[in-house]
């Protein structure tokens, strides 16, 4: 049986980062990932161009049941951090809005830059290695995997949630925690698309592929961001980020008018342009296919000379405040992140160690802190894995 003082199940972002940060702090650390590659959500991510910060991180861009957990891990590496980390490999990148940072050119360009300093620091990396079982010794824990039995002082579980399992994501990290008495609090998909099944799916499919923008709200929740039709139903970032906060049967508001005030407007229209029809206004904010398919899904479009005061205050309502109920969202299935987790209560926020299972420590997205769309996930992974390399 191979023995050694550190492992850290999941090779993803808050695993590679707690192995460096640990091995450089001198510690013999085995990294096991049952995948045959490393990092597959950061090579995916921000659409190949991994958006791996955010400048404006901050404790109120995260989604806790007990929200002051990840201040103390945040706190201790910040985006800051990973941005000298970034700069000292010469990894070129740029803000592209909001304070999100994506590489200039790939996602492999962080994903080499973590492999190259768990390899420095002496990372003793196994893929495609499964865990079979775990069990509590008197020194800390013993693994049962693919590749023989293997012995440490500290486990470190870092495998993520359940979100895209294409690339390999289980239920494992959460089958791990209940095993030595951690409550899971119930997970579902979030930063994820909405499905759209009554008489709107006609709509969404018609203008699939447009982008607008709008504010998106939901449960005192409001997010300024583009709306994109699908053929499904919603997506963009402003749908993917109030999904967070949406629960089956809520209803979301839409404002597709978020620098106008819609009434004004329209009243200042029907006195300047009162032969205009309604359809060609909105096509002037809207595109031409937009603006004639709401028209006639909620107006019956005619010159703005034509429309009484209350017509008008029930357009602007309906552009200003459009209510909708999604039938439900696509699921794990594209879904960029899992709510929900391993409960924080019953870990330490300063070392992230279980305080069920002394030398358990859990890392990244398996616990329940979820960040907003924009890479404060990632500053979520590396801050957590760098906080629990300390005391591992």
């Not at 969404?204 to 139903?233: K, P, Y």
């Amino acid at each position: 049986m191979r023995s050694t003082e550190v492992i850290i199940i999941g090779a993803g972002a808050a695993g590679l980062m707690c192995a460096l940060s640990a091995a450089q702090r001198g510690r013999q650390v085995i990294l096991l990932d049952h995948a045959n590659k490393a990092g597959k959500k950061i090579l995916m991510s921000g659409g190949g161009r991994c958006n791996f910060t955010n400048l404006y991180t901050e404790p109120g861009n995260f989604l806790s049941q007990n929200p002051h957990f990840c201040k103390s891990a945040l706190a201790r590496y910040t985006q800051w951090d990973f941005i000298a980390l970034v700069a000292k490999h010469g990894v070129p990148y740029h803000e592209k809005k909001l304070g999100q940072l994506f590489c200039d050119n790939k996602s492999s360009d962080i994903l080499e830059m973590l492999l190259n300093e768990c390899s420095d620091a002496k990372v003793d990396l196994r893929l495609d290695t499964s865990v079979q079982a775990i069990e509590k010794t008197a020194s800390g824990y013993q693994l049962t995997t693919r590749a023989g039995e293997l012995a440490c002082q500290s486990l470190v579980i870092a495998t993520g949630g359940l979100s895209i399992p294409t690339l390999g994501a289980t239920g494992f990290g959460f089958q791990i925690a209940r095993q030595f008495g951690h409550s899971v609090l119930p997970t579902r998909a979030g930063l994820v698309p909405f499905t759209i099944t009554d008489q709107l799916k006609a709509l969404c499919t018609e203008l699939s592929g447009t982008s607008v923008d709008c504010i998106a709200s939901c449960n005192d929740q409001s997010f300024r961001e583009n709306l994109l039709f699908t053929h499904r139903g919603l997506s963009g970032p402003a749908i993917l980020q109030i999904s967070s906060f949406w629960e089956p049967g809520d209803s979301i508001e839409l404002n597709l008018l978020p620098d106008i005030d819609a009434l004004d407007w329209l009243t200042q229209q029907q006195a300047e342009r009162p032969n205009s029809e309604l359809k060609t206004l909105l096509g002037e904010v809207f595109t031409k296919k937009m603006a004639t398919l709401l028209a006639d899904l909620w107006f019956e479009s005619r010159p703005m000379k034509q429309y009484t005061p209350a017509q008008l205050t029930e357009i602007a309502e309906q552009l200003s405040n459009w209510r909708l109920v999604p039938a439900g969202t696509e699921g794990y299935r594209t879904a960029e992140v899992t709510l929900g987790g391993v409960d924080t209560r019953e870990v330490s926020s300063k070392t992230l160690e279980s305080l069920k299972s002394p030398g358990l420590y859990f890392i990244g997205e398996v616990l329940d802190v979820t960040g907003h769309l924009g890479g404060f996930n990632f500053q979520w992974a590396w801050a957590s894995g760098y906080a629990a390399a300390q005391y591992v």
